[in-house]
């Protein structure tokens, strides 16, 4: 899940990062109030999940409160990366004498949070990242010790010489672990960590990614999911307790267990297909699961044929003939249907889709390679 940066924000000041009071604003007469109220001059920032947002005009100075529902009309409404805007935050404009980049995200491979920091932070960080990598300190943390004192201040020698900045970005970089290890974070990034002409340090921009893992223990991070931001369809199938992630291919797969959906992806792009989502409907599959998981898959226009593939352990094969048959005649699925399975009660299941004029093959090679070809027929 991800966070606004308002959002982040909150969490990175609770952990005692010096972050700029600032408030949200949803019309341009709220921005020019808020404005008032802290006092100019101000930043007026979309609020979205994209980055970038500088650069698309999404992040404007104004020096009077007047400039700052300007801006306030010229962003909300405006679209970043396809995402419409209907949030500012209004916050009092830091002096900048330098910009810094402070990010930390969980590195799979090295299965370890790994700090990445750069003295050339800013709006063109992806450049530096690209043609200048040797600029960007990378460090791995063994969670088993947390970030050693040491660590901290290695990374913010990095960024500093002058030493009551490399003090204070060594604490901002303690203070950033906590935030990603307490709120089970797959990434958080200050881009820039500023310092001041008076030689403050200061987080001016704050991103947060969660790992939706944590949200069942943690309501208050739960409640700062943002619906209106995030794909209907996955939203959809959250709500009816799929777990479904959109993708860009046209082969519709519904599948029971994430191992195996895993398995039938590699599958598909085996036999020159692309996936149109990864969709595991869970151990035990009622009718009504495969209803909503063929709902939500054929409301995809680019879905050009669907395969079931379907393992039977405690998942009874004949619950999920029936789902289909169910689904595909109140959905009226015109789409081309390929179906595996196979496991508990597998005749009884093809019994079911017998019945119905439906066939099952048993063998999820010859499956896989029946839908691609089928959907590239269809394409
Ligand atoms: P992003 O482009 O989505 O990462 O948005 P940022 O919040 O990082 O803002 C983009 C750029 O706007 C920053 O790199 C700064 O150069 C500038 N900026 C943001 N906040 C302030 C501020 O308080 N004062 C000044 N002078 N510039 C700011
Ligand atoms: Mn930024």
Do not use: W
């Not at 036999?271 to 035990?284: K, M, Q, R, T, V």
């Not at 063929?294 to 669907?306: E, G, S």
């Not at 289909?324 to 496991?343: D, K, N, Y």
């Amino acid at each position: 899940m991800n966070l606004h940066e308002y959002q982040a924000r909150s969490l990175l000041k609770q952990a005692g990062i010096p972050v700029p009071d600032g408030e949200v604003a949803s019309t341009p007469d709220q921005v020019e109030a808020i404005a008032r109220q802290l006092g100019v001059p101000v930043v007026v920032k979309a609020q979205v999940h994209a980055g970038g947002r500088g650069k698309a005009g999404g992040v404007k100075l104004a020096d009077d409160p007047t400039k700052a529902r300007e801006h306030g009309e010229a962003i909300l409404g405006m679209a970043i990366k396809g995402l419409l805007v209907e949030k500012v935050l209004v916050v009092p404009a830091a002096e900048i004498a330098s910009e810094s980049y402070l990010g930390l995200i969980l590195d799979r491979e090295q299965q370890r949070p790994v700090f990445m920091v750069s003295a050339e932070g800013g709006i063109d960080i992806e450049e530096v990242a690209a043609s200048t990598p040797e600029k960007i300190t990378r460090l791995a943390v063994d969670p088993r010790y947390g970030l050693l004192p040491h660590q901290a201040m290695s990374l913010a020698f990095g960024l500093y010489s002058d030493f009551k900045q490399v003090r204070a970005a060594a604490k901002i970089i303690g203070q950033l672990y906590d935030v990603f290890m307490t709120n089970g974070a797959s990434l958080v990034e200050i881009n820039p960590l500023v310092t001041t002409p008076s030689g403050e340090v200061l987080a001016l921009d704050a991103k947060m990614s969660l790992d939706d893992n944590i949200l069942d223990r943690r309501p208050d991070l739960a409640a700062l999911r943002d619906l209106s931001a995030e794909d209907p369809s996955e939203v959809e199938a959250r709500n009816a307790g799929l777990s479904f992630i959109k993708l860009e291919g046209n082969v519709g797969c519904v599948v029971n267990g994430a191992g195996l959906a895993m398995a039938t992806m590699d599958l598909v792009k085996y036999y020159g297909g692309d996936p149109a989502n990864f969709l595991d409907i869970g151990g035990s599959s009622s009718p009504e699961k495969v209803i909503n998981a063929l709902r939500i898959i054929t409301r995809d226009p680019a879905v050009k044929a669907i395969l079931f593939n379907i393992f039977g352990g405690i998942t009874r094969t004949d619950d999920v003939a029936n789902g289909i048959v169910v689904a595909t005649r109140e959905l009226q699925v015109s789409l081309p249907i390929v179906i595996r399975l196979t496991g508990t009660n597998e005749t009884e299941a093809i019994r079911i889709l017998d019945g119905a004029g439906m066939t099952a093959l048993s063998d999820m090679d010859q499956a896989v390679e029946r839908v691609v070809q089928l959907a590239q027929e269809a394409a």
